[in-house]
């Protein structure tokens, strides 16, 4: 997750695919030039401090760049904002090659600045006055590698040979400076003016009110511009590779105020845990009271089935004999689930869950003082809170500033609906915080597919009687998996107190799935069974339970994917709107470009204990952005209190128009006529859980800031030596083939689509 300290900005890349040799290296290249012209365009007062690598489609959710293999999708940043830790740049393999156009798209994530080429239109008119970035000109003005005859490269595969055998050569170029106040076209057409109220660059990005209140430290230049003569020597970037793994350790809440059913129910979640992480991924655990215990460590589900039914084993037994008892320790206990999850070097994926049903009240260190460094060491803590007593401003701003969601459970509900609420929590996590992960379904179902309250997937409620098959024996549901996925997880939960049940799945086709080499099958004497398959075929599987009495089981679905082509980015902003003013849902659906088209609907839970529905709109009045869904709810005056917001977004499989960005059309070999082009999406279906927290009056101006920390991203000093280790420990595997390349995209034959969309 990317973030500013100091006048840098510390950047996470996910590379979606495996890198071949020596292309990390020439990454860093590219980011260190980028990081010239952005210290040469802000005076001096701004570069790039660290980078940090995720390869093969890891680190997706903390993602600040994805870098897609070939030109499978344009460079666009028109929605990304480095204060909206779920929202990332994309970048193409085939436009890597110049820096210039990574400094620009940079531009957009890092100050929110527009296009200033719409429509012809200039700024300083002339490249001889280094003219602004976010202007277009030819493509020989830009800095950029070439081959030896000084020609540009079209794909990156015609490039990187040249680049490792030190045949390309880096040419310097322009333009290197934003318009200002002295010399901006106020009146011109575009995307900057239009968009960022008719302020030049300059004047935009220097008001730290346009970037969540983040002190950049920028002063707008006077009338006579920035400064043209570049600034004195830059430090170089510090790049590092992550270990490509998916990190999970929970630190939940043993305090005397857990003891009886609330404290079976969070053994069930974790349990739940232990039978869902698959070989390869780690879990840990980390339980707290007065005092911090690490009663698992973290480690790797083995490979092997013999050592994994023993690995599970004893995890189950050490969740199973804890017992309640004692003060919260909130502090002590993120410091050492931070120590645990960080031992071994540091991962591309690492998520910490947090479950609390009070406030501090013992300890030496809070959980204020803990969050700069679980943000400089890139992990993403899920919270939980249960009850009046959670303490919901911190427990939402520790969520929201390390990238992750907030989970209240109210401390209105019943008894029986807040325990049964503890495990639904816990389930849903695991479909979110998975790398590349996202839940389809997790509703309580009544009878054959139906739904009984899809708005509330972990506040529990009265369930109705099933309407099955077989007088009231058997029920199916359906989950679609959308076309690539890599892995996906079917099959239900229900009330503690009911056995006898049992889930089979079926594919597409209709055929029974048995457990085998790419399916794993989870059942025993907790209150779940699913099912985990790999490479599952694309399409609507059926999900059937069976046993007497499913009227009373309380049934949920569980459908989850993991596709590394999806995700849903979404966010609310401010995340602690002041009571009775409006908070903002942010949502792009990404396929992996921004898809138009889409139906996405928030369903909100107030604090007075009732749910509304919101129809997000495309493109609404004053974003402006590719792909953008807003919603704006208004806040209760008089109660104070959590929003819980379950985001539902579904786009149905088709095409639509794509209209390449103006600037890329400049581009040497480009085809003129060819400035659209058909783009093809599955259907797709995800799920998203926010929240906000009301305040009295505005927040604190000193509240830590999503997009901002006051320390550097923390890199073990072994952390090489065990890259290295988890490398040998795991050969790579062969990079898949590329889809298609740049010319590929010119020979694309044009037709029909069913939406357009302004790239």
């Known amino acids: 997750m990317g973030f500013f300290n100091g006048g840098r900005f510390n950047l996470t890349v996910s590379l979606r695919y495996q890198p071949q040799v020596g292309e990390l290296d020439f990454f860093c290249e590219v980011f260190n030039e980028a990081s010239r012209i952005l210290h040469d365009a802000t005076d001096g007062t701004h570069s790039i401090g660290t980078v940090l690598y995720a390869t093969n489609s890891f680190g997706g959710a903390d993602a600040s760049v994805f870098v897609h293999p070939d030109s499978d999708v344009w460079p666009n940043s028109t929605s990304a904002r480095l204060w909206f830790p779920t929202e990332a740049m994309d970048m193409s393999q085939d436009f890597m090659m110049w820096p210039t156009i990574m400094a620009h798209e940079l531009a957009h994530y890092l100050y929110d600045l527009r296009d200033e080429y719409n429509n012809g239109s200039v700024c300083q008119g002339s490249i001889g006055t280094q003219a602004s970035m976010m202007e277009g000109y030819n493509w020989t003005n830009y800095t950029r590698w070439t081959d030896g005859g000084g020609a540009d490269y079209d794909t990156f595969g015609d490039f990187i040979g040249d680049y490792t055998g030190a045949i390309a050569t880096l040419q310097q170029g322009e333009p290197t400076e934003y318009c200002h106040a002295g010399n901006h076209n106020s009146t011109a057409n575009n995307n900057q003016n239009n968009i960022n109220g008719a302020q030049s660059c300059w004047t935009y990005m220097a008001a730290d009110a346009n970037h969540n209140g983040i002190v950049y430290g920028l002063t707008a230049p006077g ?386 204990g009732a749910w509304s529905q919101f129809v997000l709109s495309e493109g609404a009045i004053g974003t402006a952005d590719e792909g953008l869904y807003v919603a704006d709810v208004l806040t209760e005056e008089g109660t104070p209190g959590q929003y819980l917001v379950i985001l539902d977004a579904f786009r149905a499989a088709g095409t639509f128009d794509q209209e390449i960005d103006h600037l890329y059309t400049l581009r040497s070999g480009f085809v003129p006529g060819e400035e659209k082009r058909i783009v093809v999406t599955p259907e797709i279906r995800r799920r998203a859980t926010l929240s906000a927290v009301t305040t009295k009056e505005e927040p604190d101006p000193d509240e830590p800031k999503a997009g901002e920390n006051k320390i550097d991203p923390i890199i073990p000093e072994d952390h090489d030596k065990w890259l290295a280790r988890w490398h040998r420990a795991h050969p790579a595997k062969t990079p898949p083939k590329p889809k298609w390349s740049l010319r590929d995209l010119r020979k694309r034959p044009r037709g029909g689509s069913d939406s357009t969309l302004e790239g």
């Open 223 to 608: 009338a006579g511009g920035p400064a043209t003569a570049a600034p004195g020597a830059l430090a170089a970037i510090t790049c590092t590779t992550l270990i490509p793994v998916q990190r999970f350790e929970l630190v939940l809440d043993r305090s005397g105020s857990m003891a009886g059913a609330k404290f079976d129910q969070l053994k069930i979640g974790a349990n739940f845990w232990v039978d869902y992480v698959n070989p390869l991924e780690e879990l840990g655990l980390v339980t707290y009271s007065s005092n911090v215990t690490e009663d698992v460590l973290r480690s790797e589900v083995p490979a092997a089935a013999a050592a994994q039914v023993a690995w599970r084993d004893d995890r189950h037994t050490a969740i199973d004999h804890l017992v309640a008892g004692g003060a919260t320790a909130i502090g002590d206990a993120l410091r050492r689930g931070l120590t645990a999850i960080v031992a071994g070097g540091r991962a591309a994926s690492q998520v910490i869950v947090l479950f609390t049903d009070g406030l501090q009240n013992v300890g030496v260190e809070t959980a204020e003082a803990v969050l700069p460094d679980l943000v400089a060491n890139g992990v993403r803590v899920y919270t939980i809170g249960l009850g009046g007593d959670q303490d919901a401003a911190l427990l939402q701003s520790i969520s929201t500033v390390t990238g992750a969601s907030y989970f209240p459970i109210s401390g209105d509900l019943s008894a029986a609906a807040a325990e049964a609420a503890i495990t639904a929590a816990l389930v849903q996590i695991a479909g979110e915080s998975r790398e590349n992960g996202g839940v389809i379904f997790f509703d309580s179902i009544d009878g054959v597919g139906a739904v009984i309250d899809p708005t509330a997937p972990f506040f529990g409620g009265d369930e109705q009687g099933a309407n099955g098959e077989e007088g009231g024996r058997s029920l199916r549901f359906g989950v679609p998996i959308s076309e690539g996925s890599s892995h996906a997880s079917l099959g239900a939960m229900w009330r503690t107190g009911k056995k006898g049940l049992r889930v089979r799945i079926y594919d597409p086709d209709g055929n029974a799935v048995p457990a085998g080499p790419l399916v794993r099958a989870v059942r025993g004497r907790y209150p779940y069974s699913f099912y985990e398959v790999d490479q599952p075929q694309p399409g609507t599987w059926q999900v059937e339970v069976l046993g007497s009495g499913l009227g009373s089981a309380g049934l949920r679905s569980l459908g989850f994917e993991v596709n590394d082509a999806i995700r849903l980015e979404a966010s609310i902003v401010p995340r602690h709107p002041v009571r009775g003013k409006s908070f903002r849902i942010r949502a792009r659906l990404l396929s992996p470009h921004p898809v138009p088209g889409a139906s996405v609907t928030a369903h909100v839970y107030s604090p007075v």
